[in-house]
């Protein structure tokens, strides 16, 4: 079953402009992860955020969790055409748990 | 860092035969494996959850008869789905986690899978 609800399901925006996708779970969890699929392509690991976390950073993104609402957002900044792609969140309810996927967001960079 | 391979990357086969798929965990050791199942457009989906050694632990729904895992090593996994149909084409993942307590793991690119 799956665990995380994204939202947008789809976001188009214009290259340069930030994107914001939001990912929210039902179930107390030990860490969220995003991560990037091209089309037909593997998964590309972002970033990972553990419970007793709130924000984190890496290049262009930042991430952020909010464990009272049971909720996450990824934040891209000044997008690029590279950055076309589907995002994914997953949860894990325990710190060697497997990890459950929310259904995605599929981001399109506009030139 | 980590590398998680798979093969075959695309297979094309007829209705009612069996196909392998690998699952390998090139510079590292994976004590646990986990397959994962994606119809186009759509999330992953866990199938399984394989261990090595020991038998594979299912999903709910998922046919453990129809989808055979099979972890014989630390470095490889695999999986094979049995008397496929054209319903089971799809794109199929594994991943490898290092060690157990490791929150991280390491996706392979994945198997085309398409049934005729």
């Known amino acids: 079953s799956q665990q995380g609800e994204e939202d947008p399901q789809a976001l188009s925006i214009q290259e340069g402009e930030n994107a914001t996708m939001n990912c929210s779970y039902k179930?107390?969890?030990?860490?969220l992860q995003w991560y990037r699929q091209n089309s037909g392509r593997g998964l590309v690991h972002l970033i990972l955020?553990?419970?007793?976390?709130r924000e984190k950073h890496s290049g262009r993104l930042r991430v952020t969790l909010d464990t009272s609402k049971k909720s996450s957002s990824l934040l891209i900044t000044a997008s690029r055409a590279a950055d076309t792609a589907s995002y994914f969140c997953a949860t894990a309810q325990n710190r060697d748990d497997k990890i459950i996927f929310g259904k995605g967001t599929r981001l399109h960079i506009l030139p | 860092g980590a590398v998680v391979s798979q093969h075959p990357s695309r297979v094309i086969c007829k209705s009612g035969t069996s196909v392998k798929i690998e699952c390998r965990s090139l510079d590292f050791q994976a004590t646990t494996m986990f397959w994962y199942r994606q119809f186009p457009k759509k999330s992953l989906m866990l199938m399984a959850t394989?261990?090595?050694?020991?038998?594979?632990?299912?999903e709910q729904g998922v046919e453990k008869d129809k989808f055979l895992i099979n972890h014989a090593s630390l470095t490889l996994s695999t999986l094979t789905v049995t008397s496929a149909h054209p319903e089971d084409s799809s794109f199929y993942i594994c991943s490898a986690r290092e060690h157990t307590g490791a929150d991280t793991q390491y996706f392979g690119p994945g198997t085309r899978l398409t049934v005729l």
């Open positions: 394989s261990n090595e050694g020991s038998k594979a632990t299912y």
């Open positions: 179930t107390s969890i030990n860490n």
């Open positions: 955020i553990r419970s007793n976390e």
